[in-house]
């Protein structure tokens, strides 16, 4: 009777001493887990990168951004050192830039008093800045030059209703106009510039800790007015990705939320190339939101941010927390619209610069737009909306009517 229960009383011993062994060997599993997790996306993403590489993308800052000369560099360091130099209500200004261009467009352009030539020198400088920075592929950069070419073109016209213009003169304005169509061409590269900017946030995060990356960004929605309520509800829930969540994600699943990324951007991308070819806002739209509708999150989804906090989740009074089905990635169609919207005003100007130059050698315009082909120009003037040739319709007494169908792509 004795010995029996001797052996019972070691029983629980036993089963505790096991606990420890079970804890460990759970962790020692759980590390391995991630340990795999991490190598599987280390080679997933290598292998994606070696392909699309070998397809002729770039994925690399160097090999898409040029080299800064050292002309730019001491350009960049004075103008740093000027503006710290500035008053501080100065360097607070956020304000509107339109003083850079002051009084009316005619005035501004020696409109006023018939002086053409000089007329032709103001928008020639103004044409400048759409070509500036033109080897930056930025989205940034692009849409500046992009503003700037729909400033240029409200200029031209103005410039176009004055009479006296020569063939000569008119053949350079048509020139300035040619040279805008290569703006087209520089769309892609800004969306691989984007993919590459995306790819740098999401490995910036991973080498950081994630209070970090709150701090760095914080300040600057704060500057903007955003409340600190809305900047925390948009980083929530703190403790939670402090400590384990972003540890855990940075360890394990960054190169694979990366690889999710890349091929889902891809698709954009591809539309951004093809619109080069048909030249339609309307098709490209179009692209886009079928691309965006047949979006499926990933296995496992809640292993991602999807939205970087204070970077792609951008903290305000309509911010709200993704949904599982729900498209993560801006698709920036705000500015491929306005870029094609600008670059449709660019053909329209150009198509009215075609027409003065008919109007002095047949002395009436051109019963067809065709008829400017190929005499005065290569192709027929294209509307960026839909991709078809402008709208253009002849009146008695020798007017015309020039159109787009606009951003809804209709008409009439």
Not at 188 to 194: E, F, G, L
């Amino acid at each position: 009777m004795s010995i029996q229960l001797k052996h019972q009383d070691r029983a629980p011993k036993t089963r505790r001493s096991r606990i420890p062994g079970f804890l460990l060997l759970f962790a020692l599993l759980f590390v391995a887990l991630l340990a795999l997790e991490r190598l599987r996306g280390q080679w997933a993403l290598k292998v994606w990168a070696k392909e699309m590489t070998a397809k002729g993308e770039i994925l690399e800052t160097k090999k898409l951004w040029p080299p800064a000369s050292p002309e730019m560099t001491d350009f960049t360091r004075s103008l740093s050192n000027a503006v710290h130099k500035l008053p501080q209500r100065l360097c607070s200004y956020a304000g509107e830039i339109s003083p850079i261009v002051p009084g009316p467009a005619g005035k501004w352009l020696n409109l006023h008093n018939h002086n053409l030539p000089a007329a032709f020198d103001d928008l020639a400088a103004l044409e400048r800045f759409v070509t500036a920075g033109e080897d930056d592929p930025g989205l940034i950069n692009l849409m500046i030059r992009i503003a700037v070419l729909g400033i240029t073109i409200d200029v031209m016209w103005d410039a176009l209703q004055a009479e006296g213009w020569t063939d000569e003169q008119l053949a350079a304005l048509q020139e300035l106009c040619q040279q805008n169509r290569n703006l087209l061409s520089q769309l892609p590269r800004a969306i691989d510039a984007v993919r590459i900017s995306h790819v740098s946030d999401v490995e910036w995060f991973r080498r950081h800790a994630y209070n970090e990356i709150i701090a760095r960004d914080e300040p600057v929605f704060a500057s903007f007015g955003v409340q600190g309520a809305e900047i925390e509800r948009a980083a929530a829930p703190r403790l939670w990705r402090q400590w384990i969540f972003h540890p855990l994600w940075s360890f394990a699943w960054a190169d694979q939320e990366k690889l999710v990324y890349l091929k889902d951007w891809q698709k954009h991308i591809i539309a951004l190339r093809k619109a080069t070819s048909h030249g339609s806002w309307k098709q490209l739209h179009s692209d886009l939101a079928n691309n965006e509708s047949s979006y499926h999150a990933p296995f496992c989804a809640w292993r991602f941010y999807r939205r970087l906090p204070l970077r792609d989740d951008i903290p305000g009074p309509d911010w709200h927390a993704i949904k599982a089905g729900e498209y993560p990635y801006a698709s920036f169609s705000r500015a491929w619209s306005t870029s094609l919207h600008n670059l449709t005003l660019n053909e329209m100007a150009l198509a009215a610069v075609a027409i003065k130059r008919y109007e002095l050698r047949h002395h009436m315009p051109p019963s067809t737009l065709a008829e400017l082909s190929p005499e005065i120009l290569k192709d027929a003037p294209r509307d960026f909306m839909d991709g078809n040739t402008l709208i253009y319709q002849t009146h008695l007494g020798g007017t015309f009517t020039l159109r787009s169908v606009g951003g809804d792509c209709v008409w009439p």
